[in-house]
Structure formats: C-alpha cells, structure tokens
C-alpha cells in the first residue's frame, strides 16, 4: 500500500507554484517523495518559494518562465536536458482570472486568459510528454480545471471557455499519449482559499453564497487538493486517464 503512492525518485514540475493551490500541491508531491521544481513568473517570488521548501527540508528547485511563452519554456527543458533533469510529472496549475462581461471583454484580455489557462498546459505538455515517450518510461501530467470546466457564470466568460477546454484537453492528451504509459488527467478545484479570490473572499454577498450553495458549507483549503493531486501524479492511477476528478466539497453533485 505506502508504494502505491509514493513519488520517491520522480521528478515534478508544478506550473504557477510560487504561491496558492501551486505552492501546497508542490509541498503535497514533496512530502510523498518527489523532487518539486517550482515557477512562477517573477524569479524573486520563486526563490522564496524554493527557500520556504529548503526550510521544511524538501528537495525543491525552482525556474521563473511565463507558461504562455513557448521559447522560455522551451529554453527551461533544454536547460533541465542538459543538467540531466527528467519531469516524471507534470502538474498544468498556472493561471489567471480575470472578470468582465462578455459584451465589454477587450480581445486582447480573452486572449490573455485563454493562453495563460488553457494554451500554457498545452505548451508546457507538449515539451514534457515528448520526452517522457522518447524516455520510454511513462509519466503524468495533471491539469487544473475549475467548476467552469461544468459551468457557466456571468462575468468569467474566457476563463469558463478555457477550463472547458482543460477538461476536453486532458481527454486528448489521453487518446494520443495513453499508450506511451501517460496518464493525464485534471482536477476540477470547487471555491478555494487564494490570492486569485480575494476580493470574493472579502465580498460578504459572495462568501455567503460560497457557504449556501456548496453542501459544504465552507470554502475549500488549497492543501484539500493535495491529496487528489498524489493520487494522480502516482502508480495508484496507472489506469486512470482522461478523467477530471472534482474537489468541490460536493458543490456539483446538488441542486
Ligand atoms: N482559487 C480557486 O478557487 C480556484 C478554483 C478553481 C481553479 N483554480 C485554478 O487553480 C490554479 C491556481 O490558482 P490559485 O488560486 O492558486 O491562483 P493564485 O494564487 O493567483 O496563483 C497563481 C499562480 O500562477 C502563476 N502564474 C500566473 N500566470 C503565469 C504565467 N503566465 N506563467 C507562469 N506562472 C503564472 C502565478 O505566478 P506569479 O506569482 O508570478 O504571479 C502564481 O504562482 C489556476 O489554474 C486557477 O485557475 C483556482
């Protein structure tokens, strides 16, 4: 059983992990054994973050690149090539929210949200999976979705169009890399504690309809993801794939 999912020996690449869901799912991954490399935008941000993990003693590197920049991420895996680094997993956590109606919404920030939620994991996948098929021995690759990857609300137009595009973007990463012994697969986080939802978290009317629409009646912890996040990223999910695993405090499953 403690095999089942243990990451001893993996090497992970967490995408926007300098703080948030990223920061706790790159802690959950090391404290199940993996070597984490953390990234985030800024290099000043992502040294903290590494620094913050040396203190708790695990093993955690990190790269400042913009997922949405196919040369930097590029230049980041021809980097790790060369020092004989291999991402065994791969969780697509970066992203970003931005809130307008639809009618008001520039192109240039559907844009934006679209790259840097949807287009990045597609970017980052691609350089990873090319070479866990080259390598011959697998590996993993865990998307973040949202309850948008469900359904709609007013306001998140681009970011509820690119985590539908996660959930139908996993199932394609399935259908082509399943035989090469890659299990991708995405979860779909409910409301959680973060940066990203501040000023909902601060908005009384919001928090109040968090707590009575989910049965829960809370908001979820960005460390209550870690726990779906190992299971994906381990053999105990060797014949998982495809799937979308919701944590949610059960928001989808009522009415
Ligand atoms: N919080 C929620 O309720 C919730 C619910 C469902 C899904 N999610 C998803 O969970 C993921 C993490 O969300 P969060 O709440 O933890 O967000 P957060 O606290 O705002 O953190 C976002 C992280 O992504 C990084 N990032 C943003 N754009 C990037 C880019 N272009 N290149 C590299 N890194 C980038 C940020 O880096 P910097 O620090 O450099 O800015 C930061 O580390 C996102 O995909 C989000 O959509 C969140």
Do not use: C
Not at 41 to 69: K, S
Not at 100 to 116: C, Y
Request: glycine share 10%.
């Amino acid at each position: 059983m403690s095999t089942l999912f243990d990451l001893s020996g993996r090497t992970a690449l967490v995408t926007g992990s300098a703080r948030g869901i990223g920061f706790a799912l790159a802690q959950g991954l090391a404290n199940a054994g993996a070597a984490v490399i953390l990234n985030g935008t800024r290099a000043d941000t992502v040294a903290e973050a590494v620094a913050r993990m040396d203190a708790q003693g695990f093993a955690a590197t990190g790269r400042a690149f913009d997922v949405t920049n196919e040369h930097a991420v590029a230049d980041a895996f021809a980097q790790w090539d060369h020092d004989g680094v291999h991402i065994d997993i791969l969780i697509n956590n970066a992203g970003i929210q931005f809130r307008k109606p639809l009618v008001e919404l520039e192109l240039s920030d559907w844009q934006r949200v679209i790259d840097t939620n949807l287009t990045s994991a597609f970017i980052v996948s691609k350089e990873a999976a090319k070479r866990m098929i080259a390598r011959g021995s697998g590996g993993k690759i865990v998307n973040i979705g949202s309850l948008t990857s469900e359904g709609a609300r007013a306001t998140v137009g681009a970011y509820t169009a690119a985590k539908g595009g996660i959930k139908m973007l996993t199932r394609a990463m399935s259908a082509e890399w399943a035989a090469s012994n890659i299990q991708a697969n995405a979860i779909g986080p409910g409301y959680i504690l973060t940066d990203m939802n501040q000023a909902l978290i601060e908005n009384a009317a919001f928090d109040a309809w968090v707590k009575s629409s989910n049965p829960s009646q809370r908001w979820g912890k960005p460390e209550e993801l870690v726990g779906t996040a190992v299971y994906l990223s381990s053999s105990a999910s060797s014949y998982v794939n495809g799937q979308i695993i919701y944590v949610d405090g059960g928001w989808l499953a009522v009415l």
